[in-house]
DNA sequence: GATGAATGAGTCTTCATTCAT
DNA sequence: GATGAATGAAGACTCATTCAT
């Protein structure tokens, strides 16, 4: 146990330099250093540089999938859309607590080694699919639009990754309106919905085509 | 004009190896080897690694910049949204086009050096900020609801981002009908419009809170 | 201690080898090589070979200046020809002692960079003038001829550094014989003292001018 | 002869150059940036940069050991000391007029490779044994004073050596002034006469030991 | 377990020299 | 002859990892 509270320690200073510089520029040196630790010491917890950083990323990936919940319909289940809020709101006070960890994964997370690019990319993947699956769920029930659900679902992913990334780098927001404004952002866009409206009552069929204003 | 032909046609070979390691697992021998040409040729061009990169990486931004147009209005300028289709269809043109380079940009450019991080979290926080006065002007004209129009931002460029990247590594796709999907998102969410207007008569007010389901 | 003892070992080799071929043409692979140590444990007591060549170069100069002591005369103090024979000594007994280091000094100081070979001529040009000052002083006290202090002192300077030059790459001599051989000369030339006395006496005057034979 | 004249004139940039930077710091770009002649037309005239400066070296040595002239007695041949006067003085013009290239062989000319150290070396033993045989020769004529020649001889030498060293930097000096001095030190000494007879009258003996001040 | 000295493979960069035009 | 692009051997330096104490 002795074992395992050392192994955090490191764990978490090393954290904290791969968040300010990345992978590649952190070496061992900077974590031992910052770890109060002997250069051999540091091999007698980790293999090695990458399996440490590994680990950091386990977490993230990890922490984050059991945030992200699939939709469930059906009786006893809630509102899809809460739901859905919920998962965003887990991945906003995941990130909010734990910014070191999630830069890493936001905003350096690239170019290692191919395992763990691909990790990475799967992990990102993963959740396209979820989100995919969502919509397609809700086009069924009649919930969501019509559309290329494969693209929209990397819009999405690409919103709130983008958004939680300059929020693990900024200093602290109010969660519950994030929250919200990204669910919003979501689900009826930016556009005024009188405009929609109108649009839709002038002969604009629910997938996609000509609303609003003409296209060229 | 030859020694820019030779630049070009290193630059060429190099742009390939960077988008398909990364700058980090990228070395010299990489790029010489792929161009055939001998070490010494190499520093006859470029003072080194981290230059070549730059000069990849100006590319990509400036092209981008230059496609990306600040949406204008009166007379004589064409409707708002149509100049947003646009600026998304000429980046999505470009990302197609260059693949290679977009693919370095959006996949894998982070934790190179301190500058040029700094240069490409500037580029799209630019992008951001067009982003954002497009809402706010929107927003001013009744066209777009009011939102946190700074988070919003960061959610369509996020979207932007991500379906691209995935666009810049992938088949090549139908270009409109992508354009078109990522504008109606962003314009209108995800939602059917008949549970939004649904929505609207129920005491929704347009700011957001509360709409279609109950919070929790 | 352990350290200091290694490092210490690394430049007796390194001196070895800088005295025998000179800075430029020793490389790392060299000093290394003879130190029997791997190439990055040489970069563990030196930051590059430079850093090594200056330390050796700094041991040399310091060595010597503390060697070489300003004549002082007054009450107390011993006869300044005394002290004279005691600073020459001193250097030979060291240029003996540390051949190699010396042998760097004196036969391969020169074209390291600009900053190294500053300080070797920073340190030429103040055993000068410690030289120079010694003359005036045995002007004013009647004990040198008058002469162009500066130029002779630039002479002594070179005499010692010549003759011990070749000493520090010759089979050890005899001391005291040659540290009297280098004192004589400086103070008596080479002529036989009977001639100048003969000279003197035929109307020369102290100053240098037209003496014992005729100038063209 | 064009042929010739394109070369000198390439010889006399590079003099420049080697004298201002040393053999190792400066390059080929150096001397042909210099000359304003392309890479390939430098190896059309000298076959390497070491065959260029040997050019140099050869020239400067040559120069110094044609006015270096052995000490002749005999009918017919002029006063010893004038014939050393002459050597002297012919040195001095020399390295006046021709700084550059003196300034390379007296303050640069160390660590090139093996042949050329060498070549320098023997120049100078050279003239040491010059030296030497002039003052064996000024022994047996009874005009110097018995000493251990050998030493002496390297004595002389360095002392001029540095002087004109020094000089070949230096804003441009009175020749015939400077001459006499180094004349007078290396035959008089720095002792002023009136010392050097008082020692000789009180038991001195010619050779050397225990002159003018008790030694310890 | 802990330490930190030692290792050496991996890279980058320079620069004298060659050679096709 | 003249050019300057191309070459590649030589050398410097870094840093993750090992291992004797």
């Known amino acids: 146990m002795e074992r395992q509270a ?3 320690q490191v764990l978490r200073h090393a954290k904290r330099i791969f968040a300010r510089k990345g992978y590649h520029r952190t070496n061992v040196a900077d974590i031992i250093g910052r770890a109060r630790i002997a250069r051999g010491t540091f091999y007698l917890y980790f293999q090695n540089k990458r399996e440490l950083f590994e680990e950091l990323l386990e977490e993230v990936l990890s922490e984050l999938t059991a945030r992200i919940l699939r939709i469930r319909v059906g009786p006893g289940e809630s509102d899809p859309v809460a739901q859905l ?8 006070e995941y990130v909010l607590d734990e910014r070191e960890l999630t830069d890493i994964l936001l905003n350096h997370s690239v170019g290692f080694d191919r395992e763990l690019d691909q990790r990475i990319r799967e992990f990102y993947e993963r959740i396209a699919a979820l989100i995919q699956r969502s919509l397609d769920l809700g086009i069924e029930m009649n919930l969501v639009r019509k559309t290329d659900t494969r693209a929209i679902a990397y819009c ?24 919200e404004e ?9 556009a005024r919905p009188e405009l929609l409206e109108a649009a839709a009552r002038h002969g604009g069929h629910e997938d996609g085509g000509g609303f609003l204003f003409a296209r060229n």
């Open 182 to 190: 990204i669910l919003d952002f979501g689900l009826r866009g930016v």
């Open 156 to 179: 999405i992913l690409g919103a709130i990754k983008e958004v939680v990334g300059v929020l693990s780098r900024s200093p602290k927001a109010e969660t519950a309106a994030l929250v």
């Open 85 to 92: 809020r919920d998962n965003i709101r887990r991945v906003v």
């Open 6 to 8: 050392r192994r955090a």
